[in-house]
């Protein structure tokens, strides 16, 4: 099958089909592009490419394998285009680092605008432009045609207009792809560096012009690549419905992880036909399960976006079965997703993963105690050496309750690292040098490399705080060690 489809993608890598000087200059032949998009898709239809990812990712032994499990299985649904490009820009901010490169992504729906899309954006008070457009999009319900995406500059409060940059970009799109509904059928957004202008004029005449003359149809390995900046690989979730219809996400980020309402960026398609009321409504709800329960390094992005899209071009009938399997796919797709950034963040030795049962409160208040473990810098220091330090783990769960749940009743609680019973009755149970081999073991298990360019596995440092009957809060938080790689990595992010 990998072969099939390489040959496959090799037979039409440029779907745009679109002269070097034409998109230079911004002309753009619709019904050329139509017409061999229409060939592509037949072409891909015949070979029925459906592979999904798996739930839990496999082993990988080299970034090859990796690649080639996402290609596989990253087939784009029905009725979208995706393609890439780069360019050049001098940051007036910073002149004397010279020219930098800068990457451009458009995601171009084939068959014309839907209404059916829904966002949801970051909380920061900081908001990046792209945001500030992209929230007037979503209040105004008019439809989308186009996303375009650019990476190393987040333009958030930058010294030029930063909204009128945005639009800039978004129209450079409209006018190559000719959509009749213009810039504002465009979501525009940006990840890097904050307070630096957007390049718009360089997008907007350089990068979109190469990027829609490789619009392609197969995959979505390389939006998923191109829109990564301290990712050190790329992240794709796939997932095909009953019905016939595919939901493919992509995202990035790697650092400034602590979403508010998703992470960072990330982008899920579908062909199943779905209201836009619907969509919006489970993707909420996915969002918060999922991308609001990780954290890398508890900071809070300025640009932190989530969309969702439809093609509406495969039915899928409203009865109950259909749409609960649409919302567990939805489910899946965004969860494989905020575990991969996880995975993938900078400096990333071990992913942890803290489950809380019988929390006193809320769901909402459980998660935020799991995420008050996850961001305790000395537990992830100690996780990072893989050395279990069980005072640290109690201190992180202790002052979370002493700030903000102080009548908290812990006469029940037990608490578990890996499968061992650390904690119960008010007592750690420690005793003998086996239980600290096996804790130790444990974490070693669930090791990293923390500049791995692919993930090697799956594994987590599994934290389990129960409260026994006290409560019925619930709630998993993935977070990340701390590691002398994300001081490095952060220490010299824009140099």
Same mark, same amino acid.
């Given at each position: 099958?990998?072969?099939?489809?390489? &040959?496959?993608?090799?037979?039409?890598?440029?779907?745009?089909?679109?002269?070097?000087?034409?998109?230079?200059?911004?002309?753009?032949?619709?019904?050329?592009?139509?017409?061999?998009?229409?060939?592509?898709? /037949?072409?891909?239809?015949? &070979?029925?490419?459906?592979?999904?990812?798996?739930?839990?990712?496999?082993?990988?032994?080299?970034?090859?394998?990796?690649?080639?499990?996402?290609?596989?299985?990253?087939?784009?649904?029905?009725?979208?285009?995706?393609?890439?490009?780069?360019?050049?820009?001098?940051?007036?901010?910073?002149?004397?680092?010279?020219?930098?490169?800068?990457?451009?992504?458009?995601?171009?729906?084939?068959?014309?605008?839907?209404?059916?899309?829904?966002?949801?954006?970051?909380?920061?008070?900081?908001?990046?432009?792209?945001?500030?457009?992209?929230?007037?999009?979503?209040?105004?319900?008019?439809?989308?045609?186009? &996303?375009?995406?650019?990476?190393?500059?987040?333009?958030?409060?930058?010294?030029?207009?930063?909204?009128?940059?945005?639009?800039?970009?978004?129209?450079?799109?409209?006018?190559?792809?000719?959509?009749?509904?213009?810039?504002?059928?465009?979501?525009?957004?940006?990840?890097?560096?904050?307070?630096?202008?957007?390049?718009?004029?360089?997008?907007?005449?350089?990068?979109?012009?190469?990027?829609?003359?490789?619009?392609?149809?197969?995959?979505?390995?390389?939006?998923?690549?191109?829109?990564?900046?301290?990712?050190?690989?790329?992240?794709?979730?796939?997932?095909?419905?009953?019905?016939?219809?595919?939901?493919?996400?992509?995202?990035?980020?790697?650092?400034?992880?602590?979403?508010?309402?998703?992470?960072?960026?990330?982008?899920?398609?579908?062909?199943?036909?779905?209201?836009?009321?619907? &969509?919006?409504?489970?993707?909420?709800? /996915?969002?918060?399960?999922?991308?609001?329960?990780?954290?890398?390094?508890?900071?809070?992005?300025?640009?932190?976006?989530?969309?969702?899209?439809?093609?509406?071009?495969?039915?899928?009938?409203?009865?109950?079965?259909?749409?609960?399997?649409?919302?567990?796919?939805?489910?899946?797709?965004?969860?494989?997703?905020?575990?991969?950034?996880?995975?993938?963040?900078?400096?990333?030795?071990?992913?942890?993963?803290?489950?809380?049962?019988?929390?006193?409160?809320?769901?909402?208040?459980?998660?935020?105690?799991?995420?008050?473990?996850?961001?305790?810098?000395?537990?992830?220091?100690?996780?990072?050496?893989?050395?279990?330090?069980?005072?640290?783990?109690?201190?992180?769960?202790?002052?979370?309750?002493?700030?903000?749940?102080?009548?908290?009743?812990?006469?029940?609680?037990?608490?578990?690292?890996?499968?061992?019973?650390?904690?119960?009755?008010?007592?750690?149970?420690?005793?003998?040098?086996?239980?600290?081999?096996?804790?130790?073991?444990?974490?070693?298990?669930?090791?990293?490399?923390?500049?791995?360019?692919?993930?090697?596995?799956?594994?987590?440092?599994?934290?389990?705080?129960?409260?026994?009957?006290?409560?019925?809060?619930?709630?998993?938080?993935?977070?990340?060690?701390?590691?002398?790689?994300?001081?490095?990595?952060?220490?010299?992010?824009?140099?």
């Amino acid at each position: 099958m990998a072969a099939a489809f390489s &040959l496959q993608i090799a037979g039409r890598r440029n779907v745009g089909g679109i002269s070097h000087s034409n998109a230079q200059h911004g002309l753009y032949d619709a019904n050329e592009y139509f017409s061999k998009r229409f060939s592509a898709v /037949s072409s891909l239809n015949s &070979l029925a490419i459906s592979a999904d990812t798996d739930v839990i990712l496999p082993e990988f032994s080299t970034k090859e394998e990796y690649m080639e499990y996402l290609t596989e299985r990253s087939a784009l649904p029905q009725g979208f285009a995706s393609g890439t490009a780069s360019g050049k820009f001098i940051s007036v901010e910073a002149p004397a680092m010279g020219p930098l490169p800068i990457r451009g992504t458009v995601i171009h729906l084939t068959d014309g605008p839907t209404d059916s899309w829904a966002a949801v954006f970051t909380k920061n008070k900081f908001p990046g432009s792209p945001i500030i457009v992209g929230r007037d999009r979503l209040a105004k319900g008019g439809p989308l045609h186009a &996303l375009v995406i650019n990476n190393k500059v987040s333009n958030v409060c930058s010294g030029g207009d930063g909204v009128a940059d945005s639009e800039k970009v978004c129209a450079a799109v409209a006018d190559v792809l000719k959509l009749p509904g213009g810039a504002e059928t465009v979501l525009p957004s940006s990840t890097g560096v904050i307070g630096w202008r957007l390049p718009a004029t360089e997008l907007a005449q350089d990068v979109v012009p190469l990027a829609v003359k490789a619009l392609q149809v197969e995959n979505a390995v390389n939006a998923a690549q191109a829109i990564c900046t301290t990712d050190r690989y790329p992240k794709v979730r796939s997932k095909t419905l009953s019905c016939g219809a595919r939901i493919v996400g992509i995202a990035k980020g790697a650092g400034m992880i602590e979403p508010n309402m998703a992470t960072m960026l990330a982008y899920i398609m579908t062909d199943a036909t779905v209201d836009k009321a619907t &969509l919006q409504s489970m993707l909420s709800e /996915s969002v918060n399960k999922s991308f609001n329960s990780i954290s890398v390094d508890g900071s809070e992005s300025t640009s932190d976006t989530v969309v969702a899209l439809s093609s509406n071009l495969v039915p899928m009938s409203k009865s109950d079965g259909d749409i609960a399997e649409f919302k567990d796919a939805l489910m899946e797709v965004c969860s494989g997703l905020s575990a991969d950034i996880v995975r993938n963040g900078e400096g990333t030795g071990h992913v942890l993963r803290v489950k809380v049962k019988g929390y006193p409160g809320t769901n909402y208040q459980a998660t935020q105690m799991g995420r008050n473990v996850v961001n305790s810098a000395l537990f992830k220091c100690a996780v990072a050496g893989n050395d279990p330090n069980t005072g640290r783990l109690a201190s992180a769960i202790g002052s979370f309750l002493g700030r903000f749940n102080e009548d908290a009743s812990i006469d029940e609680m037990s608490i578990t690292m890996g499968e061992r019973m650390i904690f119960s009755a008010g007592k750690f149970i420690l005793e003998g040098d086996e239980v600290e081999k096996e804790l130790s073991k444990h974490m070693e298990d669930a090791q990293l490399g923390e500049c791995d360019d692919f993930p090697i596995h799956q594994k987590f440092v599994e934290i389990g705080i129960d409260f026994g009957s006290v409560g019925t809060g619930t709630a998993t938080v993935l977070g990340s060690d701390l590691t002398k790689e994300y001081v490095a990595v952060n220490a010299d992010y824009r140099s």
